[in-house]
């Protein structure tokens, strides 16, 4: 099985990009260019991102269905839009959960790999606290199949969201 790392991949493919504009063009031009191309490296790529994580998600719950996983998981599954946040960070402690639960490691390599671009699609206020939301352990308890189904909701919330 083969982990996608896009959040490498992109990065390095501007830096080769820059260095070789760089070397070719050494001229006010091509130093510009290097510049922007260092300063676009570093942004945050959120869109991108989510879609990775919806392509995670898609293996997870084909590996899911091949593997019996008998757990009940905290779920949101109607989470309002300003709670969203909340409820993705609840999301991750169940996947977490998931990942103890299960004795497959391609399972665990596909959660870690999701629960890494998910704490990097976030939105910069992700630390802040939203009110009004429910807890985690105030959800209602649902099977894996179900979990998963209000958690591509959750992600296409995000998706939705126009950038700020």
Request: proline share 3%; hydrophobic share 40%.
């Amino acid at each position: 099985m083969r982990i996608s790392k896009p959040h490498l991949r992109s990065t390095s493919i501007q830096c080769y990009l820059c260095l070789l504009l760089n070397s070719h063009f050494l001229t006010e031009a091509g130093i510009h260019i290097f510049i922007l191309g260092c300063i676009s490296a570093s942004l945050p790529k959120t869109e991108a991102n989510w879609n990775d994580v919806m392509s995670d998600l898609k293996a997870i719950k084909d590996l899911v269905q091949s593997v019996h996983l008998d757990a009940t998981l905290y779920t949101e599954s109607d989470a309002h839009p300003s709670c969203k946040v909340t409820a993705m960070k609840c999301f991750l402690l169940e996947f977490h959960v998931i990942c103890q639960e299960t004795n497959d490691e391609g399972i665990r390599q596909m959660i870690n790999n999701l629960i890494f671009l998910v704490k990097n699609s976030l939105p910069s206020d992700g630390n802040i606290t939203e009110s009004g939301c429910k807890e985690c352990e105030e959800l209602e308890e649902k099977n894996v199949k179900e979990f998963l189904g209000s958690f591509t909701h959750i992600v296409q919330m995000f998706i939705n969201t126009p950038s700020q």
